[in-house]
């Protein structure tokens, strides 16, 4: 069992930056592929940034050269940092973490990128 918090949402400007931070808790984190995805209203979730075990990240192309996901292993957190964030950006953002077959589930952080 993994357990996920998030923190970092809020409301910025267009052009602002935010930081989210996913702490994880309950298994060994290291084994786990970790990531971020969003959902807006009306549309479905979708992944925007995530990291293997072992590997390379992986991005969607809609947050490529803006926004940078990173892992601490030894303090079992995944970070999401967003820069040049657009009013798209809104919606409500989720970490998750996934190791065949257990696929777990922050409670999700909004995130309004509005003027």
């Known amino acids: 069992q993994v357990q996920l918090v998030e923190s970092g949402g809020g409301l910025v400007q267009p052009g602002g930056s935010l930081r989210l931070s996913c702490v994880a808790s309950?298994?060994?984190?290291?084994?786990?592929?970790v990531g971020w995805y969003r959902q807006a209203p009306g549309k479905q979730r979708e992944l925007v940034a995530a990291?293997?075990?072992?590997?390379?990240?992986n991005y969607a192309n809609s947050v490529k050269g803006r926004f940078t996901i990173s892992r601490d292993n030894a303090l079992s957190t995944v970070v999401l940092q967003m820069n040049s964030l657009k009013p798209e950006d809104t919606a409500v953002y989720y970490c998750?973490?996934?190791?065949?077959?257990?696929?777990?589930w922050g409670q999700g952080t909004q995130v309004t990128v509005s003027s």
């Open positions: 998750n973490a996934y190791r065949r077959p257990f696929n777990y």
């Open positions: 309950g298994s060994i984190f290291s084994t786990y592929a």
């Open positions: 990291i293997p075990s072992a590997g390379i990240t």
